[in-house]
Structures are given as structure tokens and as C-alpha cells.
């Protein structure tokens, strides 16, 4: 299986956000976590139109694979596992 840069959008307290971090750990699968809410203001704003060239609604979790080759809005556990575990 082939490694998978990997962003987690979330927020630190959205479930569904909370449901997709412990997918990511309790498969061991790299990814640079982003919650937005616990960033500075300036950082925030950057990270936010970065989220929203991938998801323009900006909801919450937002995954980003690859730079947005493949780009997961919300928690599906099943997608996460065909991607992530096959």
C-alpha cells in the first residue's frame, strides 16, 4: 500500500471529527492534523482558505489526500477503509 500524504481539517469538538482522529490511530495512519479552532487568528485564516480550495462550504472533518487528489468531507468510515486499509 502505497503511503498517502494525508490532512485532517477538523475541529477539537466536533464527534465527527473526534469518530475520524481515532480511524486515523487506531489504524496507525500518518496525517497532519489541523484543528482549526486551537490555532492562532493568523494561522486560522491561512488554514481556512487552504480548507476551502478542497471543501468550500468548510464543514468539518475535511480529509485531503494527496494535495486533493482525493478530498473526504465528513466522517465515512467505509471510505476511510477502502482507502486507507486495503
Not at 488554514?47 to 471543501?55: F, G
Amino acid at each position: 500500500m502505497a503511503k498517502k500524504e494525508t490532512v485532517l481539517f477538523a475541529l477539537s469538538t466536533c464527534p465527527a471529527c473526534k469518530k475520524t482522529k481515532d480511524f486515523f490511530t487506531d489504524n496507525n495512519i500518518d496525517h497532519l492534523l489541523v484543528e482549526v479552532d486551537l490555532i492562532d487568528i493568523d494561522s486560522r485564516d491561512k488554514m481556512l482558505a487552504e480548507l476551502k480550495k478542497h471543501n468550500p462550504k468548510e464543514t468539518f472533518p475535511t480529509i485531503v489526500i494527496n494535495g486533493g487528489e482525493k478530498v473526504i468531507v465528513g466522517y465515512d468510515k467505509k471510505e476511510l477503509a477502502t482507502i486507507f486499509t486495503t
